[in-house]
């Protein structure tokens, strides 16, 4: 009787995210280049495995678009359908043509943000992230801090175990970080690792000696659960079937292709030591007798164009092939498709043969897998990967592949006893239905899924939420307006009205957003806000517009801080500064990672212009703003509380004018101008009378957070609503 499964009531909503290679639903171009490869198969089918399960109503994949001339206008799709329930969506990030992973790093914070407009756009929320990989783990982390959504990590590689690789293998660390950045990545993993609610792994080893090596590894918060393998594709033979092409391929090599096969199928690098297998079959007569030997290790025409680690693979093969003299017994076919790979499985379990992986080292062997799910039992190294296989499926024998008399002894074992050959046929079939079919995988995700959703989410809103509205994420999504306002001499200064503001602004917390845009340090901004009993903002751009950072966890806009990093020279600049006279450094407090401030006097300093030329002989580059004639704050170019404002309006996909912005002196000139609804306090300084007769600058009567009122009434703020095709996309 067919089972039809209920649709749970409350289906998630997962957000995955895998940033690099060439992803796309059909026909994966694996092995294309070093980016696309097993992590490209694992999440396209795990994409589609989540969304068949009963409690999930939709996956989204996440990548990077790609529009390059040299590769498949596929990647350039926005939107490619994966079937029920699942979608591959493409958002650009960086340069249109394709990145190597390595070089996409000072792009991932504008995937953060076309992620945000993403969500906006669809006016719904995931219930978690899922990401794969350190670089869309920091584009997960990031967007899981901002909008309280849990994490899930698969790393499928990590850095430190690669460096260690690397360094083992005698390269200088320099020559190694120049080519992978892998500083960049280990930081990001540690973070990600500190953060994420689950890490995925595909091994007990994987946790135990990989993530062993970071700080953050936390065992408690790491599951098991191996990948599946597509079960449709790898079957065991039917007995009717006769010849194939591969079989032709494979038979032309022998002289008795009837024999049972030792078939190894791997890629032509010397960690898979196809070496020790020539050496275990070639120096053993018995298993030379009993079996042929069938080596699938990639495609070639001509060996001489393959790169050099490959070419010294294949050429010490075919060496030794004749060293042994092998002639009539090894076949090393040239050619095969994508289609073939369970085709010869099949072969070789037809002809009662074993699969051997000779892996000096194994983290995974998907291989073996496949080789289980065909009813083609194994030999393979006593590691890692091997292990959990060997432990779930009990179907073949694990040696020390360092040392190929134990291959030869293991391959000699297994091909003797034909009752334990089916014993052992049987269960890698049953096994890899048990454990490694994607359903599987997805039944145990989904198991961990509801102990760690009913506890983080809880937990994540609990640190992020907005005191008084109990399902407010760091970042208020779904806001349709913002109000921004300085701090000193605007906001507060005169008790008046602020009640009044604030209330107005509990009364509007489903459509407008909070922001304060101060000269103040975070912590004084806070302080102060908090003495007059002003609730925490959504946002609080402070140190004159060079920090951002969101709600009531405080947490800092790491995109904002690498956009204004640029050509920002803090220690040259400080250096610089000391020689100009009637500069005086403020404290301690005042002084941050993007901005250097000076207490003034006024008759000794030389001009405004004087000093920008003083600093470019320096070939420095810095914005200098001077307020109240009292004080002088040296910022990066790309900073300022206007431009921090602008940034905000690109990262959420709203106009400008959805902005109202309220100041009082100098310092609060660049936000008020443009596109933005500005309101200048009764109070003002004199500096702000330049304004007046600006569009939308309004000057209010009332003083301090009246004023702000005013302004408000004055634009109609309370029914502005905004027109989605308005929204700003560009950032200057
Ligand atoms: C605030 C800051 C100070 C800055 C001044 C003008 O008072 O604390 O460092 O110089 O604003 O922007
Ligand atoms: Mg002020």
Same mark, same amino acid.
Request: aromatic residues 6%; glycine residues 8%; proline residues 6%.
């Given at each position: 009787?067919?089972?039809?499964?209920?649709?749970s009531?409350?289906?998630?909503?997962?957000?995955?995210i895998?940033m690099?290679?060439?992803i796309?639903?059909?026909n994966?171009e694996?092995?294309?280049?070093?980016?696309?490869?097993?992590q490209?198969?694992?999440?396209v089918?795990? &994409?589609?495995?989540?969304?068949?399960?009963?409690?999930?109503g939709?996956v989204?994949?996440?990548t990077?678009?790609?529009?390059?001339?040299?590769?498949?206008?596929?990647?350039?799709?926005?939107?490619?359908?994966?079937?029920?329930?699942?979608?591959?969506?493409?958002?650009?990030?960086?340069p249109?043509?394709y990145?190597?992973?390595?070089?996409?790093?000072p792009?991932?914070d504008?995937?953060v943000?076309q992620?945000?407009?993403?969500?906006?756009?669809?006016n719904?929320?995931?219930?978690?992230?899922h990401?794969?990989?350190a670089?869309?783990?920091?584009?997960?982390?990031?967007?899981?801090?901002?909008?309280g959504?849990?994490?899930?990590?698969?790393?499928?590689?990590l850095?430190?175990?690669?460096r260690e690789?690397?360094?083992a293998?005698?390269?200088?660390d320099?020559?190694?970080e120049?080519q992978?950045?892998?500083?960049?990545?280990?930081?990001?993993?540690e973070?990600?690792?500190?953060?994420a609610?689950?890490?995925?792994?595909?091994?007990?080893?994987?946790?135990?000696?990989?993530?062993?090596?970071?700080?953050?590894?936390?065992p408690?918060?790491?599951?098991?659960?191996?990948?599946?393998?597509?079960?449709?594709?790898?079957s065991?033979?039917?007995r009717k079937k006769t010849?194939?092409?591969?079989?032709?391929?494979v038979?032309?090599?022998?002289?008795?292709?009837?024999?049972?096969?030792i078939?190894t199928?791997?890629?032509?690098e010397?960690?898979?030591?196809?070496?020790?297998?020539?050496t275990a079959?070639?120096?053993?007569v018995?298993?030379q007798?009993?079996a042929n030997?069938?080596v699938?290790?990639?495609?070639r025409?001509?060996i001489?164009?393959?790169?050099?680690?490959?070419?010294s693979?294949?050429?010490?093969l075919?060496?030794?092939?004749?060293?042994?003299?092998?002639?009539?017994?090894v076949?090393?076919?040239k050619?095969h498709?994508?289609e073939?790979i369970?085709?010869?499985?099949?072969?070789?379990?037809r002809?009662?043969g074993?699969?051997?992986?000779?892996a000096?080292?194994?983290?995974?062997?998907?291989?073996?897998?496949?080789?289980?799910?065909?009813?083609?039992?194994?030999?393979?190294?006593?590691?890692?990967?091997?292990?959990?296989?060997?432990?779930n499926?009990h179907?073949?024998l694990?040696?020390?592949?360092?040392d190929?008399?134990?291959i &030869?002894e293991?391959?000699?074992?297994a091909?003797?006893?034909?009752?334990?050959?089916r014993?052992?046929?049987?269960?890698?079939? &049953?096994?890899?239905?048990?454990?490694?079919?994607?359903?599987?995988?997805?039944?145990?995700?989904?198991?961990?899924?509801?102990?760690l959703?009913?506890?983080?989410?809880?937990?994540?809103?609990?640190?992020?939420?907005?005191?008084?509205?109990?399902?407010?994420?760091a970042?208020?999504?779904?806001?349709?307006?913002?109000?921004?306002s300085?701090?000193?001499?605007?906001?507060?200064?005169?008790?008046?009205g602020?009640?009044d503001?604030?209330?107005?602004?509990?009364?509007?917390?489903?459509?407008v957003?909070?922001?304060?845009a101060?000269?103040?340090?975070l912590?004084s901004?806070?302080?102060?806000?908090?003495?007059?009993?002003?609730p925490l903002p959504n946002?609080?751009?402070?140190s004159?517009?060079?920090?951002?950072?969101y709600?009531?966890g405080?947490l800092?806009?790491?995109?904002?801080?690498?956009?204004?990093?640029?050509?920002?020279?803090?220690?040259?600049?400080l250096d610089a500064?000391?020689?100009?006279p009637?500069?005086?450094?403020?404290?301690?407090?005042?002084?941050?990672?993007?901005?250097?401030?000076y207490?003034?006097?006024?008759?000794?300093?030389?001009?405004?212009?004087?000093i920008?030329?003083?600093?470019r002989?320096?070939?420095?580059?810095?914005?200098?703003?001077y307020?109240?004639?009292?004080?002088?704050?040296?910022?990066?170019?790309?900073?300022?509380?206007?431009?921090?404002?602008?940034?905000?309006?690109?990262?959420?996909?709203?106009?400008?004018?959805?902005?109202?912005?309220?100041?009082?002196?100098?310092?609060d000139e660049e936000?008020?101008?443009?596109?933005?609804?500005?309101?200048?306090?009764?109070?003002?300084?004199?500096?702000?009378?330049?304004?007046?007769?600006?569009?939308?600058?309004?000057? &209010?009567?009332?003083?301090?957070?009246?004023?702000?009122?005013?302004?408000?009434?004055?634009?109609g703020f309370?029914?502005?609503?905004?027109?989605?095709?308005?929204?700003?996309?560009?950032?200057?």
């Amino acid at each position: 009787m067919p089972t039809t499964q209920a649709q749970s009531a409350n289906p998630l909503y997962i957000l995955m995210i895998s940033m690099h290679g060439l992803i796309r639903g059909n026909n994966l171009e694996l092995g294309r280049d070093a980016d696309t490869g097993g992590q490209t198969i694992y999440v396209v089918e795990l &994409a589609r495995a989540l969304a068949r399960h009963q409690n999930v109503g939709r996956v989204d994949l996440l990548t990077r678009l790609v529009e390059d001339p040299a590769i498949s206008p596929d990647y350039a799709r926005p939107e490619e359908p994966l079937g029920d329930g699942a979608r591959l969506l493409r958002l650009p990030c960086g340069p249109k043509r394709y990145l190597r992973k390595e070089t996409l790093w000072p792009h991932l914070d504008q995937m953060v943000d076309q992620c945000l407009h993403l969500l906006r756009k669809q006016n719904r929320l995931p219930d978690l992230i899922h990401t794969h990989y350190a670089d869309a783990g920091y584009v997960g982390r990031q967007l899981s801090l901002l909008l309280g959504i849990p994490l899930i990590h698969t790393g499928h590689s990590l850095g430190r175990p690669k460096r260690e690789r690397l360094l083992a293998s005698g390269r200088k660390d320099v020559a190694i970080e120049r080519q992978f950045n892998l500083a960049r990545r280990i930081e990001v993993e540690e973070q990600v690792l500190k953060h994420a609610s689950l890490i995925v792994t595909s091994t007990r080893q994987e946790i135990d000696e990989q993530y062993g090596m970071y700080q953050n590894n936390d065992p408690r918060r790491c599951a098991v659960i191996p990948p599946g393998i597509d079960t449709s594709r790898f079957s065991p033979p039917e007995r009717k079937k006769t010849g194939s092409t591969i079989q032709r391929e494979v038979d032309r090599f022998l002289s008795q292709p009837e024999k049972p096969m030792i078939l190894t199928i791997c890629r032509p690098e010397s960690r898979k030591n196809l070496k020790g297998l020539i050496t275990a079959y070639g120096g053993d007569v018995r298993v030379q007798e009993m079996a042929n030997l069938v080596v699938v290790a990639g495609n070639r025409d001509d060996i001489r164009d393959l790169d050099e680690a490959q070419q010294s693979v294949l050429n010490e093969l075919l060496l030794d092939i004749d060293r042994y003299d092998l002639w009539g017994k090894v076949a090393f076919p040239k050619h095969h498709c994508q289609e073939d790979i369970p085709e010869l499985y099949r072969l070789a379990a037809r002809r009662r043969g074993i699969f051997v992986n000779p892996a000096l080292t194994e983290p995974f062997g998907l291989t073996l897998i496949e080789a289980a799910a065909s009813g083609l039992p194994f030999v393979a190294p006593d590691d890692g990967g091997p292990k959990d296989i060997v432990g779930n499926c009990h179907n073949g024998l694990l040696v020390n592949t360092l040392d190929p008399a134990a291959i &030869a002894e293991g391959l000699n074992k297994a091909l003797l006893d034909m009752q334990q050959w089916r014993k052992w046929s049987k269960q890698g079939i &049953a096994g890899v239905k048990r454990h490694y079919s994607w359903d599987a995988h997805v039944d145990k995700y989904m198991n961990v899924l509801r102990h760690l959703l009913r506890r983080d989410r809880k937990r994540l809103r609990r640190e992020f939420v907005f005191a008084h509205r109990h399902d407010m994420p760091a970042l208020p999504l779904h806001a349709q307006r913002v109000l921004i306002s300085d701090i000193d001499n605007t906001l507060i200064g005169q008790k008046d009205g602020l009640g009044d503001v604030v209330g107005w602004l509990r009364d509007h917390a489903d459509t407008v957003a909070f922001g304060i845009a101060t000269g103040r340090p975070l912590d004084s901004a806070v302080k102060i806000l908090k003495n007059w009993r002003v609730p925490l903002p959504n946002i609080l751009v402070t140190s004159v517009g060079t920090e951002i950072n969101y709600g009531p966890g405080l947490l800092p806009d790491t995109g904002w801080a690498n956009h204004i990093r640029y050509k920002w020279r803090r220690e040259a600049l400080l250096d610089a500064l000391t020689s100009i006279p009637g500069l005086e450094m403020q404290t301690a407090e005042n002084q941050r990672e993007f901005k250097l401030s000076y207490n003034v006097d006024h008759n000794l300093m030389p001009s405004l212009a004087q000093i920008h030329r003083h600093l470019r002989e320096r070939n420095l580059h810095a914005r200098l703003v001077y307020s109240h004639e009292a004080f002088l704050d040296i910022l990066p170019i790309r900073a300022s509380k206007g431009h921090a404002i602008r940034y905000l309006a690109y990262k959420w996909g709203l106009p400008l004018k959805s902005f109202l912005v309220a100041g009082d002196s100098g310092n609060d000139e660049e936000m008020l101008r443009g596109d933005t609804l500005g309101v200048v306090v009764g109070n003002h300084s004199p500096e702000l009378e330049t304004l007046r007769g600006f569009d939308q600058i309004y000057f &209010a009567n009332e003083t301090y957070a009246r004023g702000i009122l005013e302004g408000i009434r004055h634009y109609g703020f309370d029914e502005f609503d905004t027109q989605p095709e308005e929204r700003s996309e560009t950032i200057s």
